[in-house]
């Protein structure tokens, strides 16, 4: 199993995109999700995360814009971005605690999505 994600593209400055994660099999479903972001030469920088309990962080950058959701019908998670600026532009990429029909949770990474915002 691995993680797919979708959503990434060319935007312009104030636009909006949605970014999707989900597991290649649906057998495994997402418990807990996080979106992070990088640049080149630059630190991954967590940008959204959302626990099983639907406790939820966001960066101090994407508050107020970003908001991160979980479909349990779709076994997806999202990642919502609003008034998207040219400082966003970045790889997005997901992180996922997946448990499997035995009860077993894994930790994987997505391969990441390319989000640009043109100014």
């Known amino acids: 199993v691995h993680l797919v994600e979708s959503g990434g593209g060319l935007v312009q400055h104030g636009g909006s995109l949605r970014l999707s994660c989900t597991p290649s099999e649906r057998t495994w479903t997402i418990v807990d999700v996080e979106w992070y972001r990088q640049t080149p030469g630059n630190r991954r920088e967590l940008v959204a995360s959302?626990?099983?309990?639907?406790?939820?962080t966001y960066a101090d950058s994407a508050k107020g814009r970003f908001t991160i959701s979980r479909d349990s019908a779709e076994n997806a998670a999202y990642l919502q971005m609003n008034n998207l600026k040219p400082e966003d532009t970045a790889i997005y990429s997901c992180?996922?605690?997946?448990?499997?029909?035995?009860?077993?949770?894994?930790?994987?990474w997505g391969q990441g999505t390319q989000v640009t915002v043109s100014s």
């Open positions: 959302l626990k099983s309990d639907n406790r939820f």
């Open positions: 992180d996922a605690a997946l448990r499997n029909t035995a009860g077993y949770e894994y930790q994987y």
